[in-house]
């Protein structure tokens, strides 16, 4: 199972980025998908999460309204477009797949089974 997450840089304070995750080798359509990001000296948090049938998106409270996850059943990708960037939003940013049997989406890291490794975004003010 492979997950790679791209499309990371840096970026202005209120500028855009889109980041892609691909995946291989796991049934996509039966994973629910979500981004978490980390910052240095912070602790890996929950950014976005999207059900397996792309239903039913959660968001954390700082990035409702400027962030939008995203996916593409049929080529097994994920996404996450990210408006009105902050310098408080610069991290790593992880795609991560959590094998479901429902509508659920976790947002909780040791919940999830696959991680990607990480794609930088960093916003200058």
């Known amino acids: 199972v492979q997950l790679q997450a791209c499309g990371g840089g840096v970026v202005q304070t209120g500028g855009s980025l889109r980041l892609s995750c691909a995946t291989s080798?796991?049934?996509?359509?039966?994973?629910?998908m979500s981004w978490f990001r980390q910052a240095p000296g912070k602790e890996r948090e929950f950014v976005a999460a999207?059900?397996?049938?792309?239903?039913?998106?959660h968001y954390t409270a700082s990035v409702k309204g400027r962030f939008t996850i995203s996916r593409d059943n049929a080529k097994n990708m994920v996404h996450l477009q990210m408006n009105s960037l902050k310098p408080e939003d610069t991290a790593v940013y992880y795609c991560a797949g959590d094998r479901t049997f429902d509508a659920t989406v976790e947002m909780s890291a040791k919940e999830y089974d696959y991680w990607g490794q990480g794609t930088q975004v960093t916003v200058s003010s």
């Open positions: 080798g796991l049934s996509f359509s039966n994973y629910a």
């Open positions: 999207i059900s397996r049938s792309g239903h039913s998106p």
